[in-house]
């Protein structure tokens, strides 16, 4: 167990191609599978290796985040000693530099007792052992360590982000980016394992230069000057940077094989809990190969979907690969196919929403359900 780690996860993420779902939460606070949220699988991946103690660096908009995360308790990370700290959650203007972060909240790693740092970011949704990288990471004697996935075909998944070029002894020789050009790429994971010293001398290199505004900017931009080796994992890996990445990565979530190694008994993916009582499926409803959340109501079609939890569904609506967000009412009549609908909307009787399978359309986020169409609900 890595008793003698703490995590720093960086929420300093591009979502420009996610602004329909980050509007209003950071895209760590995104709902996936109708029960998580995007963070709970690198907070999970932490505390399954014995790390008990994580801050997480949020630019902003973190209300939703908050909220989910709370003081820890799911992830046992309520503690009295360490524990979890969550740093600049505010609505001032949002920061990308995780620097400025982390030099803010300087007492966190000052204080801490750890001397070794797991610094990773929430948009890679993997069930990765760190003890394995850990001891990969001592053994190698590097400085720092980084994760990558090779990845085959060019994945479309991964597209701008960057590569790393190796030599036989996985010592990291370059960095580039995926542009789509290479059939096969080893793909940065933004997980990097280093000393606490080591992390705060990057710190002040970085306000002293003034070159550097991330973490990883600056361990990229000086691979000369640091024994950097990469730890190859070789397990399942979506990464969520788009819509249409977070729409595949939740529609793989529904492969058997992918769900078994994802939620593995051995290494848990923790989340808040939700006390609802169980969906009620009624006698018209028709289910195929879908995810469906305690608290809904089933009396339509659904096929090849996420249901979140207190979905209506009703009478002869069709629902077919899509991503139905917690609390949404589908009135009778409607057809969606390749839909992803935020919290709270409200879809009209006899309503057709289709979108692509790689480009899916998506409703966003309503504030409230006007009381008005709650009462217009037909009892299933």
């Avoid at 008990?52 to 209300?63: A, D, E, F």
């Avoid at 070789?234 to 977070?246: A, D, E, L």
């Avoid at 051995?266 to 006698?283: A, E, L, V």
């Avoid at 979108?355 to 009462?375: A, C, D, R, T, W």
Wanted: with cysteine; charged share 25%.
């Amino acid at each position: 167990m890595l008793t003698n780690y703490l995590g720093i996860v960086s929420l300093t993420e591009n979502e420009n191609r996610l602004k329909s779902l980050t509007a209003t939460r950071p895209l760590a606070s995104i709902p996936i599978f109708g029960r998580y949220r995007v963070i709970d699988f690198v907070l999970s991946n932490l505390v399954n290796a014995g790390v008990t103690n994580v801050g997480i660096l949020v630019p902003t908009k973190s209300r939703s985040l908050i909220d989910h995360v709370g003081t820890g308790k799911p992830w046992d990370l309520n503690r009295k000693v360490d524990g979890l700290y969550i740093f600049n959650y505010s609505y001032e203007p949002p920061s990308t530099s995780d620097i400025k972060l982390l030099k803010s909240n300087m007492e966190f790693l000052l204080r801490s007792k750890k001397e070794m740092v797991i610094f990773a970011s929430s948009h890679m949704i993997c069930n990765i052992d760190f003890e394995d990288v850990a001891k990969f990471h001592e053994e190698s004697g590097a400085e720092v360590t980084v994760v990558y996935k090779k990845i085959a075909n060019e994945d479309e998944l991964f597209l701008e982000l960057p590569t790393l070029i190796l030599d036989q002894n996985s010592n990291v020789m370059g960095v580039g980016k995926n542009i789509g050009r290479r059939t096969t790429v080893n793909i940065s994971l933004d997980m990097f394992v280093l000393s606490k010293e080591f992390l705060i001398d990057c710190i002040l290199t970085c306000l002293e230069n003034g070159n550097c505004t991330t973490f990883r900017d600056f361990i990229y931009k000086n691979i000369q000057n640091i024994n950097l080796k990469a730890y190859e994992f070789k397990g399942y890996v979506g990464c969520i940077n788009s819509i249409s990445s977070y729409f595949k990565v939740s529609m793989d979530m529904l492969n058997v094989d992918i769900q078994r190694e994802l939620f593995s008994e051995q290494r848990p993916i923790y989340t808040k809990s939700n006390d609802s009582p169980p969906t009620r499926y009624f006698s018209t409803c028709e289910v195929e190969n879908s995810f469906i959340s305690n608290g809904c109501l089933i009396a339509g079609k659904v096929k090849n979907s996420i249901i979140s939890r207190g979905v209506v569904i009703e009478k002869d609506a069709i629902v077919e690969n899509s991503i139905i967000f917690s609390k949404c009412i589908i009135k009778s009549g409607a057809i969606l196919k390749n839909v992803i609908l935020d919290k709270n909307v409200v879809i009209d009787e006899n309503a057709t929403l289709i979108g692509h399978n790689k480009n899916p359309l998506v409703m966003e986020k309503q504030s409230f359900i006007n009381l008005s169409q709650l009462k217009e609900v037909k009892r299933i």
